[in-house]
């Protein structure tokens, strides 16, 4: 009798032990000089009434490095290595013109542990307009960025991110307001190549607002669907991968009729 209870009681220290492992806090800590590489490919298609159907395939490589520890604070450098873009009709010609303008291009992030984006600046940008335009907004967007759970959670655990951001797109006469109400959940943890590796789901629903700041004010709605899953190893603190689709229909008087979109993202870490 003595041996079938302690027999059981070490059963029970065993698993609340293991209990305890699959509570986990989610972070990103990435030392100092860590440098990663990621190829990022969207793939966009458009069917919009009245003005017809365009499709484009974006692949960009970018690389990071860590470049110094604060606390809980990461000051990481992005350069874009290289960019290129496929696709056909005027607009995808316009987002080629604009992706040229973005290789080389190298932007410096103070980030939170949380993976919250802090500021952003570009050091070799200059008095470039266009830079400053695109720091102002990636500035009021920063409340959308995705960012981990304040507690520890354990498998089968969710959090939500509701938020609202509001912009100005000067140079082309437009404010933009977006709503995303996501609910992110840990699907579990897992060991690859020794390291743990937190795999996270993601959906929910965007609004988007487009209004014209001239004379009239017209004005486009938008809104839909995100449904993804990002990798993260936690050991080494950093993204391995991140997929996403987001569906969006629009309307409103900048169209001829309704717009649909469809956008599905795919970021993986590699080996260059």
């Not at 959308?144 to 520890?152: F, I, K, Q, T, Y």
């Not at 789901?201 to 995100?226: D, F």
């Amino acid at each position: 009798m003595p041996s079938r209870l302690v027999t059981v009681l070490t059963l029970l220290v065993c698993s609340s032990a293991v209990a305890q492992e699959q509570i986990i806090l989610l972070r990103l800590l990435p030392p100092a000089g860590q440098v990663s590489h990621y190829r990022i490919e969207t793939e966009t298609s458009v069917d919009a009434a009245g003005a017809g159907q365009f499709s484009s395939v974006q692949l960009m490589l970018v690389s990071q490095t860590v470049v110094s520890v604060e606390g809980d604070t990461r000051v990481v450098d992005v350069v874009v290595d290289s960019i290129g873009l496929d696709g056909d009709g005027p607009a995808a010609q316009a987002m080629g013109a604009a992706a040229d303008l973005l290789r080389g291009l190298r932007s410096r992030m103070r980030m939170d542990t949380r993976g919250r984006v802090l500021e952003t600046t570009f050091p070799d940008g200059g008095d470039n307009p266009l830079l400053e335009q695109m720091k102002s907004s990636m500035e009021q967007s920063m409340p959308a960025a995705v960012h981990l759970p304040e507690d520890p959670v354990e498998p089968g655990a969710s959090w939500v991110d509701t938020s609202t951001v509001t912009m100005s797109l000067e140079g082309a006469s437009m404010e933009m307001e977006m709503v995303r109400n996501l609910r992110y959940g840990l699907v579990r943890v897992e060991i690859q190549d020794g390291a743990r590796h937190a795999i996270i789901s993601v959906a929910g629903t965007v609004s988007q607002t487009m209004r014209s700041t001239q004379v009239g004010g017209v004005a486009m709605e938008s809104s839909g669907t995100v449904q993804g899953e990002m990798d993260i190893d936690l050991d080494a603190g950093r993204w391995v991968r991140n997929e996403f689709a987001m569906s969006m229909i629009s309307v409103g008087a900048m169209l001829p009729g309704p717009m649909t979109m469809q956008v599905t993202v795919r970021a993986s870490l590699e080996s260059r």
